[in-house]
Structure formats: C-alpha cells, structure tokens
C-alpha cells in the first residue's frame, strides 16, 4: 500500500548509484516511519500493512545495527530478533567504532586534514545508523569546524543532522541546524543542494502547521525535486497538493496544481486526493466531502502530517463553504445542505460555529432558513484596522508618558 512506508530490505532490478545513496541516508528516517505506523490502531492501519512494516522494520534494524530499533520491533512483537541479535549487534558496532578511532588517530599523525575528515565521517555515519544520535552530532560538529571541510561538504552534514532531528521529533535541533543549512546555501551551496534545502525547510513547516510558506517552498521544488532520502515522489506530491488546498487562491491552485504535468502523472495513484482536488476545483462538492475523508485517512499515517490531520479536515470545509457562498448572496440551508451531501442541521450548526469563530462570512436566519453571504469589504476592513492599530499605539504612548513623567 503506497501510505506505508516502502521497504528498502530488497529491491526490483539494478539501483544507479544515486539512487542506492539516497536509499540509504533515508535509512534512518524509514525506522521511523514504520514505527509510527505499527503505533497506529487498526482501524487505520490493516493488520496486512502492520505485518509488511513490521517485517522490514526488522531487517533494517538488523542491517543497520540499530539496537533501540531492535529493541522496538521486539516490543512490536516482532519474533525475528532475538536478545542475541541485539548484543551482537552493539559488540559489532563497538568494534567498527573502535577501528575508527585508530584510523582517525593514524590520520591525525601521519595523513592530512582531509583524511581525517573521511575518516571522522564514516565513525559519524556509523554512530548515526546504530541509532547513537547524541554521539553522531557530536562527530558532525567536529567535522563541520575542520578548516578544509567545503561549504557543499557542510550543507550535506547539517542534512544528516537535520535528517536525525526529523527521525527522533527534535524540534531545537531541527531549527538550529536548518538555520545553518540555510546559511551555508545562502553562502556558496551549489543549485541541486539548495532545492534539497527547500524541501527539508517545507518538511518543518509542515511540522509547525505552517502550511502556505510549506506550500511555497514545496511547489518551487515541483520540477527539481531530488530529496528523495526524506519521502518518495507521491509522498511528495500529497504535501504539495494537501497544503496548496487549504492555502492558495482557486486560480493559482488551477496553474500552479491542476494543470501541472508533474502533479497529474502521480496524482491518479491516489484517487481520493485526485477526487478531492479536482471536485474543489469543478465545484463538485457532493463528492468532495467524501474524497476529503479519504485524504483525511491518508494523512493520518503519515508521520509528519498526522497531528495535523484533524486541522486539514476542519480548513479543507471551510474553503469548499467559502468557495460555494461566493457564488450568491443568499441561499436556503437546505439547498446548500444538499449540495454538500449533508443533512441541513449538521450544516446550520457547522457554519453556526465558523460565523462565530469568524472563518465564514455570512449570517444565517434561522427563522426562514436562509443564508445571507457577506461580502468583504477591503476598503472598510484597512480602515478599522487602522484605526484599531492608532488606538493601540495611543495606548502605549500614554502609558509610556506616565512612566516618564514618574
């Protein structure tokens, strides 16, 4: 099933080099992502998908010497892995990490700076895939400081460290080091590195529920797209589509989405966000709740966008609303109730809600069962904002004189 996250154990046919890279730097992201799916009820996970997640969980842990994901997938239940398995594992590990240290002190002594960079790099990417993250970042600092360590070398580390933040839910240490990913693109970072910047900045907004620069960020790598260690390309593709949804205007959603080549050789892969987007698009919306449900359940097994799951349900309503209410100005409940496929007290309370939170604009008369859309007026609304902002800062200019004046 394409929601859970694809197996790296085995693969069809021959991987170019880049590919096998990229595979592998997004090993430790994969633990992650099919823990959180056996975490799941099963309700939205089958016990076929749990059992497939569960599988290669084990192989990965074991390919990577990962004990504390060893030690999860026993407490998953997984009878592959045995206490054996984990305490050969760590000797294993023990023991590479210790040739590393003597390769390093051999460079140090009779090599040059660059050597011991390379040698330092694969101790760290060791740690790294043994699941010794604290002591990873501590390696990748080192190296990050060494004089002969490259501006491009230096956005490919602060990527492994950002790529640990994502895996363990470190929200400090993915802001730090975006930060100085970001710097060092800015710096010198050549074009292929920047547009993998971009996506890893998206995947933390999506993180922090900042959806329109996410979609930004996410739609300005559409045709460049090569971070292919964080997710796959349909992966991809649902961030883009999800978060452009809830946040751009319907004529940039057409151009930007519904008529990009790129988007639509994926998007029929998934048709409950095809039927979503194209049924918000057509003004379909008796369809479109239900297509939105399965989008729902989609983003529920995503690890990054399940905590914001329920959010998208509530936004993706009140855009449909919205783009429905533009069309008149004013309406029976019951015939936008039958639009929308609901009942016409379910909607009547819905909208009751969004007009007092203020997210729609129109004022409903219960009596006679009709909705009175409202439109907004921007000249009105600058000007109350400014005068709304000339009391404040008269506020604060009065109450700054009698501080002075004490």
């Known amino acids: 099933h394409w929601n859970t996250p694809p197996s790296n154990s085995s693969n069809a046919g021959i991987m170019s080099s880049e590919d096998a890279q990229s595979e592998r730097e997004g090993r430790v992201l994969r633990l992650a992502d099919h823990s959180f799916v056996l975490s799941l009820n099963n309700e939205l996970v089958s016990s076929a998908e749990k059992e497939s997640s569960l599988q290669t969980l084990e192989q990965l842990a074991k390919d990577m010497r990962n004990t504390p994901y060893m030690e999860r997938a026993k407490s998953f239940g997984g009878n592959g892995i045995s206490d054996a398995d984990v305490t050969a594992a760590a000797k ?106 971009k996506v890893y900045e998206a995947v933390k907004c999506i993180r922090v529920r900042q959806f329109e620069q996410a979609a930004k960020l996410l739609l300005d790598a559409v045709a460049t ?44 892969t998934m048709p409950s966000l095809q039927g979503a987007l194209m049924s918000l698009h057509n003004c379909v919306y008796s369809t479109y709740f239900q297509s939105v449900v399965g989008v729902y359940d989609m983003l529920m097994k995503d690890r990054f966008f399940a905590p914001h799951a329920q959010y998208f349900l509530r936004q993706a309503r009140i855009i449909a609303y919205r783009q429905y209410l533009l069309s008149y100005r004013s309406v029976k409940v019951e015939t936008m109730a039958q639009a929308f496929g609901v009942g016409s007290e379910y909607l009547d309370k819905e909208l009751s809600d969004l007009v007092f939170c203020g997210r729609i604009a129109c004022k409903i008369d219960a009596v006679n069962g009709v ?33 002075i004046t004490m």
């Open 371 to 403: 909705i009175e859309a409202e439109r907004a007026d921007c000249i009105n609304q600058l000007y109350q904002d400014t005068i709304k902002q000339g009391d404040r800062l008269l506020h604060r200019v009065q109450k700054l004189s009698r501080v």
């Open 92 to 197: 294993a590990v023990d023991e590479e990490l210790k040739k590393c240290d003597e390769n390093i002190a051999d460079a140090k002594e009779n090599l040059g700076e660059e050597e011991v960079r390379q040698e330092s790099l694969k101790k760290a990417e060791l740690l790294a895939e043994a699941g010794r993250y604290t002591e990873a970042i501590a390696v990748f600092k080192e190296i990050d400081e060494m004089s002969k360590t490259t501006t491009g070398q230096k956005i490919d580390i602060a990527l492994q460290v950002l790529r640990i933040a994502f895996a363990t839910d470190d929200f400090e240490l993915m802001l730090s080091t975006l930060d100085q990913a970001k710097a060092y693109g800015e710096k010198g970072g050549d074009w292929e590195r920047r547009n993998r910047i």
């Open 225 to 268: 797209f090569t971070a292919t260690e964080l997710f796959d390309y349909q992966t991809f593709v649902l961030y883009v589509v999800v978060t452009s949804m809830i946040t751009l205007e319907r004529s940039t959603l057409k151009k930007r989405i519904v008529e990009s080549p790129e988007i639509l050789q994926v998007l029929h």
